[in-house]
């Protein structure tokens, strides 16, 4: 299950990974993949923590986090979905699909399902147009999909655990 730790040991990791690597020309960037490596996410108060050591100021953190969507500000779930909306898969009916996603797992865009298992995204063009409408749920690809067809699909990582 997705949760947030924010214990003080994670934070002792991210100051380790701070004091190792830190130059004069250390950027913010590697700063910001431990700390998504370490919490999972790159919440509000991991944010002030890494401004304050690096002098930053915060909205640039938040600026940055929340521009990539390899960082994430809350947890991510178990499983991550994507259904893409790019034009090849929107002309093929994805916010159908997208639809439907959000409908059996009763939660919105960018959101995660309250046990932890989902996490709902919608991406631009994977670069799979030939299979549209595409979904990804972590490294699986799913192609050539139909709304009916999203329970199924879904009942296949409830199970897993
Ligand atoms: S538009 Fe969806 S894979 Fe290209």
Redesign the pocket.
Known sequence: MAKLDLSAENFAKLQKFIDENRSETMGLMPVLHAAQEIFGCIPLEVQKYIAKELNVSVADIYGVVTFYSRFSTEPVGDNLIGV???????VKG?QAILDRFKKELGIDVEQTTEDGKFTLTA???????G????VTINNDVYGKLVPTEVPKILAKYQKEE
């Open positions: 893409c909306l790019g034009t090849a898969c929107y994805s991406t631009r063009c994977l670069g799979a147009c299979l549209a409408p595409v």
